[in-house]
Every structure is written in structure tokens, then in C-alpha cells.
């Protein structure tokens, strides 16, 4: 079994800066790509930035020059630093991530149970 649990959500100005965390634990050989997505109230899911298991990263335009995606891959996380956060950016932060349980399985998309991030003008 697979869980990914998010941290450091929470309420912060606008301008202000958080990092979310989120760690991948259980069963896991390999992780491919992780990324974070958010869900404003009453829209869809959108992908925010993600991450190679080699470091490559990409990010939506309207994150650019903002947000910072990294991991860690001998701890099987992965954060995302958000810098000058605008009221736009509230949201709950979802962390997905390809990972295999066992050397014979498929890569399988794995999700947290998602953190709150407000930001208030």
C-alpha cells in the first residue's frame, strides 16, 4: 500500500510564501514523475508544476518565476516553494506521483489527500 500525505498548507498574505512537502511512503521501488495540482472551489483540477525522477521540471504560466518544484528522492518527496502568493493561488494542493510497488508491476498514479492553502489580499 502507497500514501502520499501533504504538510505546510495553510493561511498566509498575499506576497507571503509557503512550502508545501509531500512524502511517499509504503511499498514503493521506483517513482517516476511527481507533481502538484490544485482545485480552486467550483473549478477543475488543474496541474501546477512537475518533476522528473531526473529533475526536470515544468511549471504553469501562471506559477512561472513564482513556484519552485523539487525532491528528494531518497526520502521520496517532493515540495513545492511558492513565493509572492496572490489570492488567486488559494486553493487545496493535491500531490500525485507514478510510482511502483514491486519489480514485476506497472507505475501506477498514486494521490494525497490534499492541503489547503489560502491567501488572503
Known amino acids: 500500500q502507497v500514501q502520499l500525505v501533504e504538510s505546510g498548507g495553510g493561511l498566509v498574505q498575499a506576497g507571503g510564501s509557503l512550502r508545501l512537502s509531500c512524502v511517499a511512503s509504503g511499498t514503493i521501488v521506483s517513482i517516476e514523475a511527481m507533481r502538484w495540482y490544485r482545485q480552486a472551489p467550483g473549478k477543475q483540477r488543474d496541474l501546477v508544476a512537475s518533476?522528473?525522477?531526473?529533475?526536470?521540471?515544468n511549471y504553469a504560466d501562471s506559477v512561472k518565476g513564482r513556484f519552485t518544484i523539487s525532491r528528494e528522492n531518497a526520502k521520496n518527496t517532493v515540495y513545492l516553494q511558492m513565493n509572492s502568493l496572490k489570492p488567486e493561488d488559494t486553493a487545496v494542493y493535491y500531490c500525485?506521483?507514478?510510482?511502483?510497488?514491486?519489480?514485476?508491476?506497472?507505475?501506477?498514479?498514486?494521490w494525497g489527500q490534499g492541503i489547503q492553502v489560502t491567501v488572503s489580499s
Open positions: 518533476i522528473t525522477s531526473d529533475g526536470s521540471s
Open positions: 500525485n506521483a507514478n510510482i511502483r510497488s514491486g519489480l514485476f508491476t506497472r507505475f501506477h498514479d498514486y
